[in-house]
């Protein structure tokens, strides 16, 4: 390719004539002097004079693009700012994002925009990162809720199995007790079975306290393998002490205000093989002569009395009111 002739005020031609055809290259300000004279030049010779051109433009692409804006449509300005020119005939003018190499540089208009922009997605950002932070908290309260369900029901599924392994035959009878509050002395689990003469699904009669042993607050031990009991009372035929609670709802090891579960009585007919599990209870020996009473069917939950209140409940903690104790009754 020939050598651009040098113009007037120009000391000598480029260093490499093919640095001119490389339009995304810019030149630096010590090369920008004689291109103005080459290109006035240019027309003499064969070398394109639009790469010339081209190359001049995104060397000092400011004034020209300055010149752009006063002359094009305003749906075009915006398209100049931030972009590379690749043909110098405006015809056929194209752009690029950007020179390569380059980043973009928004005006300050856009910029404020931006600024404005970011500033929005920031706090969204914040908001999602706290409502993330209180799902994982939930989340946190559900699986450990998930896992103390999940240990008390494995449990009852073992004592289940355990119970069927087992014979279901009644023992012949115990001895006879009455089941007095170790935090409130003298008073005792009262049930009331006047009303029971026949097997419901949901329990029936009334379990109450009473300050006094009499025959309704008296009943008879009947065992059962693996340490297994029922309390029977003594003064109702066949009626039993019954205890029953929604799992979910009463937890090992917390502590319901008020306690929960249903404590009633439920009639087992002569013939049976005996009661069911809702009906039999562990004894856990506290130590002293006291103990919990813990129902077969709801491991971790104990028998719970409220002398203020007068009420018999279920409570999924072993405390002051979970602890009791068998006092031996004889009639003369």
Known sequence: MPSLPVGQGSASHPKRDRDLLVPDEILGDADLDNIWDWFASAVETNVDRQLIFVKLVNSVRKPYLDHCRLNHADSNRNLFP???????????????DHAPGESQSPEDGDLEGLTSQNKELKLQ?????????????????LETKFQTISVALQEQSEGDAQLSKSSPTRSPSGPHVAIMSAASLHIFIQMDGREVSSYEPSGSGIVSVQPHIWDHETFEIEYYPDGIIAFKSVCFQNVYLRATCNPWDLLPGVVKSGGGGIVNCQYISEGSDGCSIQEKF?????????????????????????ATNKTVTLQGTRGDGETFYLIFVTFL
């Open 125 to 141: 950002l914040e908001d999602a990162r706290a409502d993330l932070a209180k799902k994982d908290n939930e989340i946190h309260v």
């Open 282 to 306: 562990r004894i856990h020996p506290l130590g002293h002569g006291q103990v919990a009473i813990e129902p077969v069917a709801f491991p971790g939950r104990y028998l719970s009395l409220d």
């Open 82 to 96: 931030s972009r590379t020119v690749t043909s110098y005939t405006p015809s056929v003018c194209t752009i690029m």
